[in-house]
């Protein structure tokens, strides 16, 4: 089945630099790529997905990436903010199949 | 569009009780999924649901817990003589069946999630 790892666990920036969170997948066929940001005492708020048939998605201050070749995919938030402060995780799955895998998480800090 | 809705938000059971969680999944979305998480952890995908159907239960333990998405009213999940070991955060998400050229694909909408914990 799908091993998804995420690296690192926590992520401390400054508020206005970048902050990059990666992920790898063991699932060839895995070709969705959802993250989720979650807040302390909230359910995870899906931020950004990407599929398999594209490289780069960007909405904002937000993008992701995705090499399928090396199987690893990741977060960019540019211009962070203190309320970007929380825990994102990455996730993966096939198409038709809903059995999706969490990453572990990273508790991300921005400092004003 | 209302959001995914869990209730009750907290729970507090004595080991032995039954623990009742339930969520009705975003409007028009027939599938509903409960994930486990426990504190400083990521998400265990226990169950999903269909309609009237149980497609994939793999992740959830085969004895005390229990999962249904009744054709009327939210889904249920069910953990029987509750231990210490249940406490953890319960979440609910919901998806349509969304077509593209590449198959259908599972946007998954969370709810606020159920803290439960036992006694």
């Excluded at chain 2, 969370?110 to 439960?116: A, C, E, K, M």
């Amino acid at each position: 089945g799908e091993n998804v790892e995420q690296h690192p666990s926590t992520l401390s920036v400054q508020e206005g630099d970048s902050a990059v969170i990666k992920c790898t997948y063991s699932d060839s066929a895995s070709n969705y790529f959802p993250w989720y940001k979650q807040e302390l005492g909230k359910g995870p708020q899906l931020i950004i997905d990407i599929r398999s048939n594209v490289g780069e998605k960007k909405d904002q201050r937000i993008a992701v990436t995705l090499n399928k070749t090396a199987k690893h995919f990741s977060l960019h938030i540019t211009e962070t903010q203190p309320e970007d402060s929380a825990v994102y995780f990455c996730a993966a799955s096939r198409y038709n199949n809903n059995d999706m895998r969490f990453g572990a998480g990273t508790r991300l800090t921005v400092k004003p | 569009n209302a959001g995914v809705m869990q209730n009750p938000r907290h729970l507090v059971r004595r080991r032995g009780q039954e623990a009742r969680l339930r969520c009705s999944p975003m409007k028009g979305h027939s599938h509903v999924y409960w994930y486990r998480q426990l504190p400083e952890e990521g998400l265990k995908f226990m169950v999903y649901l269909q309609k009237e159907n149980i497609i994939d239960e793999s992740g959830m333990p085969k004895e005390r817990f229990s999962a249904e998405f009744p054709k009327e009213g939210p889904s249920i999940l069910r953990i029987q003589q509750v231990v210490r070991g249940d406490s953890a955060a319960y979440f609910c998400a919901s998806s349509p069946v969304s077509s593209s050229a590449f198959g259908a694909y599972n946007e998954q909408f969370f709810g606020p999630g159920t803290r439960l914990t036992v006694l």
